[in-house]
Nanobody, 122 residues
């Protein structure tokens, strides 16, 4: 499975971005969970959001809940992260990942995209 993330960029505080992650090599039908993680300079990679396949239930980190929305299109093998009301502290490299089940735990994710940079200016 290859995951290709895109959609990052530079945005002012309060703005929005939508990240996309397309999977190739194997369909989403095999994997139940998709997630987004982020890593800021000098910090550990952290959970942002996840979505299951079976019931599309979602889970969010407290820091992004109410501002970010994760969604998926299984027919297009794509997962999205809509980010609104962005803050400078959201600045990081954002990674998409796939796991046997939706989870906030990084160790459960098997496949990772290459990351896309999101920079929020104040």
């Amino acid at each position: 499975v290859q995951l290709q993330a895109s959609g990052g960029g530079l945005v002012q505080a309060g703005g929005s971005l939508r990240l996309s992650c397309v999977a190739s090599g194997r369909t989403f039908s095999v994997y139940y969970g998709l997630g987004w993680f982020r890593q800021a300079p000098g910090k550990e990679r952290e959970f942002v959001a996840s979505i299951s396949r079976r019931d599309t239930s979602t889970n969010y980190a407290a820091s992004v809940k109410g501002r970010f929305t994760i969604s998926r299109d299984n027919a297009q093998n794509t997962v999205y992260l809509q980010m609104n009301s962005l803050k400078p502290e959201d600045t990081a490299v954002y990674y998409c990942a796939a796991a046997p089940r939706a989870s906030p735990f990084i160790d459960e994710y098997i496949y990772w995209g290459q990351g896309t940079q999101v920079t929020v200016s104040s």
